[in-house]
């Protein structure tokens, strides 16, 4: 079976601070792929990134980090000088050999201005 | 544009009634999944197809039933609504499976049984 845990539930920050969104995950599968979804209060599932088990490469993407380590089974989520529209519920997600997408229960940012 | 719609995008039912949501696409992708979207639950499996007439159940099947007669289609039933079924409801389409090339969602279905 396999499991995403996502510890942090609610996190509130003051623009242009740093956060940091945790993700564990759990899987015997040896191929297998990581995601990481935004949902806006408008409620769409946004894309952000997909990382496969092979490739622990970090990642930038402007504002946005991931730290994926295989040692600790983590696919960490930064997101440097937090901006308003930043606030959302974010999801970490994980597929393998059984196709089926599984979710964490998602964190809820909130950016004060 | 997207390729994948959800009808409806919003229903009020009464317990005990059958609902169908329906999910369509237009990508010709071989999988497809329906999800449950609930506070403090994230987004779970309710079931999913890898082909017409291929399906099987995710963590939550209970109550619900799905059929796929055509590529294009994968519709989940409510065979007698209850209230804890009141939830936002996620179709999403996979060509492969997910891994390679990600998933796309629908826009969601958000259902109420009063």
């Known amino acids: 079976a396999q499991k995403v845990t996502q510890a942090q539930t609610e996190i509130s920050v003051v623009e242009k601070e740093d956060v940091t969104l945790d993700c564990v995950y759990e899987?015997?599968?040896?191929?297998?792929?990581l995601f990481w979804y935004k949902q806006p209060p408008s409620g769409e599932l946004v894309f952000l990134i997909r990382?496969?088990?092979?490739?622990?490469q970090n990642e930038i993407s402007g504002r946005y980090s991931w730290n994926f380590q295989k040692s600790t089974s983590s696919f960490n989520f930064t997101i440097t000088a937090s901006q308003v529209v930043d606030s959302a519920v974010y999801f970490c997600?994980?597929?393998?050999?059984?196709?089926?997408?599984?979710f964490g229960k998602g964190i809820t940012l909130s950016v004060r201005p | 544009d997207a390729g994948i719609t959800q009808s409806p995008r919003h229903k009020v039912t009464e317990t005990g009634t059958p609902v169908t949501l329906r999910c369509h696409q237009t990508e010709n992708h071989r999988y497809m999944y329906w999800y449950r979207q609930d506070p403090g639950h994230g987004l779970r499996l309710i079931h999913y197809?890898?082909?017409?007439?291929?399906?099987d159940k995710g963590e939550v099947s209970d109550g619900y039933s799905v059929s796929r007669s055509k590529t294009e289609d994968f519709l989940l039933t409510l065979e007698s609504a209850t209230s804890s079924q009141t939830s936002v409801y996620f179709c999403?389409?996979?060509?492969f499976g997910g891994g390679t090339e990600g998933y796309t969602f629908g826009s969601g279905t958000r259902l109420t049984v009063v």
């Open positions: 197809s890898y082909g017409v007439k291929d399906t």
């Open positions: 990382r496969n088990s092979f490739d622990e």
């Open positions: 899987t015997r599968d040896t191929t297998y792929y």
């Open positions: 999403a389409i996979s060509e």
């Open positions: 997600a994980l597929t393998g050999a059984n196709s089926k997408l599984t």
